[in-house]
């Protein structure tokens, strides 16, 4: 059986069967097509011809369509196990982030505790304190490194300790006020001590203003007093006046109230001239400034033992934050 071209026979390995059918001869070439694995030629073709076989073959139906869709589906479940796997991954190592963040600022806040409490008592609790000392604070504890952690992943983290929403929600939300207290807190404490910064230099401008108008017109009086009774008055006055600021460049306005101010005062009350009320003016303006220091001291004070109120607020939290993390 079979078909000959060219002297040549097409067939199976076992039985010589024609092929399917010949799609095209050319001078050199013949293509055909077959259906079984193997096809044989009974004599040699000469070397110059060339055989295009097309197979043909048809597919059962588990390898044509059932094998297809479980491959399909598979790869379907492994990739999305694969996206499971990597974002539970994902939001247990945020969610330990979280927790190391939180817990890390408990030394932070202690710190800072200590740090207002030290002011207090060396500036505030100090009436007769002038300088101002230096006041140490941390960006660290602004709380701004939560800016760049993931919330969302946070929220899903608490949901591996608690199931119920309403206890994740309010958790949840304890969180990001610890964050906001942190936040606002901080703001507080930097506008608190720059406001004392502030109002202190324009109270030493106010005193030292003062001053040098009492200095200029206590001069003019040296070279006119009206009278012998108040040539003495002059020279009490003067007495005073370079027992406080004579011999001290750096004079601390808030020691001069008893010895210098007071007893300034004290003298002028006896004069009702008008040749003596600039000085009673600027000795007023005086007393004023340096009050205002002192009222200053008290506003920072009760500002900073509010902030340190908060921050030990604070602190409870981290003491209980640790049983809302999954172990």
Known sequence: MG??????????????????????????????????????????????????????????????????????????????????????????????????????FEPIINKQIQELESFIDEYCSKPERYDIPLLVTSQIIKGSIFESLNKEDLFMYLRRKKKYNSDVQDRYNKIMSFIMTLETTYDQLNSSFDSLRKSAGSKIEAFNNAQYHYAKHLYDLSVYVPSAMDKVTYHELSRLYNDAFGNHPDVNPLLLEKPFITPSLNILDNHDKQVFKVLTDELGNMRFAINGMKLEKTYLKSNFENIIEHYKICLGFLNVVQEYFPN
């Open 3 to 104: 078909d000959t071209i060219n002297n040549a026979v097409i067939e199976d390995s076992a039985n010589a069967v024609p092929f399917n059918k010949m799609l095209s001869a050319q001078s050199d070439t013949l293509f055909v097509s077959f259906e079984d694995d193997t096809i044989a030629f009974q004599e040699a073709l000469p070397i110059s011809n060339i055989i295009y076989a097309e197979h043909k073959e048809t597919p059962s139906l588990f390898y044509g369509i059932i094998l297809p869709i479980i491959m399909l589906i598979l790869g379907v479940l492994i990739d999305r196990f694969a996206q499971v796997f990597v974002e539970r991954n994902r939001i247990k190592r945020n969610g330990k982030r979280w927790e190391r963040e939180l817990l890390s």
